[in-house]
């Protein structure tokens, strides 16, 4: 069983930053695809973004593409959302997943694909 933890949420001004980061207990995420979903109040859970294993793909959705950059870090103890020019339509819960996969090149962006789930992180972004 994989226990994701999600760390970096908190309260940002319109147009600044924020990194949201995500680990396993007990193991590296070498062994998924993985992906970044948000839920905001009173909306369904919706996709974010996602990387392959190998890290040669990622896919963002409309609303967060060219603001949000999704990497693997080095030795695959966590992957990280970079979020840049936040806006308040960007406040939700963040959650990030992984699926276990033996294709390096695939990325999710169906959340019933994922077969683990962190607790979330809120991200607050407001004047």
């Known amino acids: 069983q994989v226990q994701l933890v999600e760390s970096g949420g908190g309260l940002v001004q319109p147009g600044g930053s924020l990194t949201l980061s995500c680990a396993a207990s007990g193991h590296t995420l070498s062994d998924y695809a993985m992906g970044w979903f948000r839920q905001a109040p009173g909306k369904e859970r919706e996709f974010v973004a996602s990387i392959s294993r190998n890290a040669a793909w990622s896919h963002y959705s409309d609303s967060v593409k060219a603001r949000f950059t999704v990497v693997r870090n080095s030795g695959e103890k966590t992957v990280s959302l970079q979020m840049n020019s936040l806006k308040p339509e960007d406040t939700a819960v963040y959650y990030c997943?992984?699926?276990?996969?033996?294709?390096?090149?695939?990325?999710?962006?169906?959340?019933?694909?994922?077969?683990?789930w962190g607790q979330g992180t809120q991200v607050t972004v407001s004047s």
């Open positions: 997943a992984a699926k276990t996969t033996t294709s390096g090149n695939y990325y999710y962006v169906m959340d019933d694909a994922y077969d683990y």
